[in-house]
């Protein structure tokens, strides 16, 4: 069984950063993909980045050149670092772990999920 614990969400302006870090617990972390998604109130949860076991990175296009997602095996960690926010970034933000190859596509993939860490951006 895998649990994992997001922190790092927080209210920020239009342009502002926030970094997001997700602990992992449980047996062989480094053989799941972990993954970003989020939700904004009223849509569907998508995928934001997701590094596999293999160390490979996706992002949505609407992370790409402003997000970076890394892990870090060793403290069997996921963090999110997010610049140039926007006001459409807003939403809850979720930490999930799935299958040894995964990418943000994979939502459905993903049976691991933690709590959820709010990011408010405002305009």
């Known amino acids: 069984q895998v649990q994992l614990v997001e922190s790092g969400g927080d209210s920020v302006q239009t342009g502002g950063s926030l970094r997001l870090s997700c602990l992992a617990t449980g047996n062989l972390i480094e053989s799941y993909s972990l993954g970003w998604f989020r939700q904004a109130p009223g849509k569907e949860r998508e995928g934001v980045a997701v590094v596999d076991a293999d160390g490979n990175d996706d992002y949505a296009d609407s992370a790409k050149g402003r997000f970076s997602v890394s892990r870090d095996n060793t403290k069997n960690s996921l963090y999110l670092n997010m610049t140039n926010l926007k006001p459409e970034d807003t939403g809850e933000y979720f930490c999930?772990?799935?299958?040894?190859?995964?990418?943000?596509?994979?939502?459905?993939?993903?049976?691991?999920w933690g709590q959820g860490t709010q990011v408010t951006v405002s305009s």
């Open positions: 999930a772990a799935g299958p040894f190859y995964a990418d943000h596509t994979s939502l459905k993939d993903f049976r691991h």
